[in-house]
């Protein structure tokens, strides 16, 4: 008996605690919410083929305004700047242009179009003084060193300035540094081959080192004619029979640098 009432009880409690614990409500709490944007909206350039061919006509119709510019400038007594522009004036790129450059300058179709833009944007009068400014500096500070073929000599037709010896230069190379306006100097000793006589039979060839002075004479051609005043020291067999120093004078030639 007192196993079944227990059994009673706990039956008749058992609803009485459920739907306690269902009466009761969850607590709601907020969850953190952040937009991320997966994907930036891409600009869209719409053009039709109407633009397409105003956008050719106009790189046509600029670079050639460009060039009559240039014959402007090359012109001995050229009409006024003003006068130029009321006679061949500067085509209106399309207003589109400037916009669509950023996004497809580096198509092949707006390549062209994009870099005269530029300089369509600019004065072409500015522009041209400041290029050839920018050129100058650069030639003026371009290392001296760098064209250090021009002053190598290439020698010949040389003879000796002493009247008791008959000593000729054949042939020889030398590089030279200028001094001052014409004058130049030997920046090394340059190399020969000399021809002396030789009292018991031929002549005899040496080789020989000399230095000097050089004065450069004129423009031939592609060349420039310098003449030439050294010192000569010769070696080997031939200096036993004429001496080993010798006065010599002749000519030598450089490659001409054309001005630019």
Not at 4 to 16: E, N
Not at 30 to 54: K, Y
Not at 110 to 131: I, M, Q, S, V, Y
Not at 192 to 218: C, E, I, K, Q
């Amino acid at each position: 008996m007192a196993a079944a009432l227990l059994l009673a009880v706990l039956v008749a409690a058992a609803p009485a605690q459920a739907q306690s614990s269902d009466s009761d409500p969850l607590v709601s709490r907020s969850l953190p919410f952040a937009a991320i944007e997966l994907m930036p909206d891409a600009p869209i350039v719409v053009l039709s083929e109407e633009d397409l061919h105003a956008l050719k006509a106009w790189t046509r119709d600029f670079a050639a305004w460009q060039q009559a510019v240039e014959r402007w400038r090359r012109q001995k007594l050229p009409i006024s700047w003003n006068e130029f522009l009321d006679h061949s004036p500067k085509p209106e790129p399309p207003p589109w242009l400037g916009g669509v450059c950023p996004l497809l300058e580096e198509d092949a179709e707006f390549a062209e179009a994009c870099g005269l833009l530029g300089d369509w944007r600019e004065d072409p009068l500015t522009a041209k003084t400041r290029h050839t400014a920018a050129a100058a500096l650069q030639q003026r500070e371009a290392p001296k060193n760098s064209f250090w073929w021009r002053n190598l000599h290439l020698d010949g037709l040389w003879s000796t300035t002493q009247s008791n010896i008959a000593a000729i230069g054949l042939f020889g190379t030398h590089l030279s540094v200028s001094v001052e306006g014409r004058l130049q100097v030997f920046v090394a000793p340059g190399v020969m081959l000399v021809s002396v006589p030789n009292p018991y039979g031929p002549r005899v060839l040496s080789p020989a080192t000399d230095w000097g002075l050089t004065y450069r004479l004129f423009n031939a051609g592609g060349a420039t004619v310098h003449f030439n005043l050294v010192h000569a020291w010769i070696f080997g067999s031939a200096a036993q029979i004429q001496g080993t120093n010798l006065t010599l004078g002749g000519f030598s030639l450089t490659r001409r640098v054309r001005p630019r």
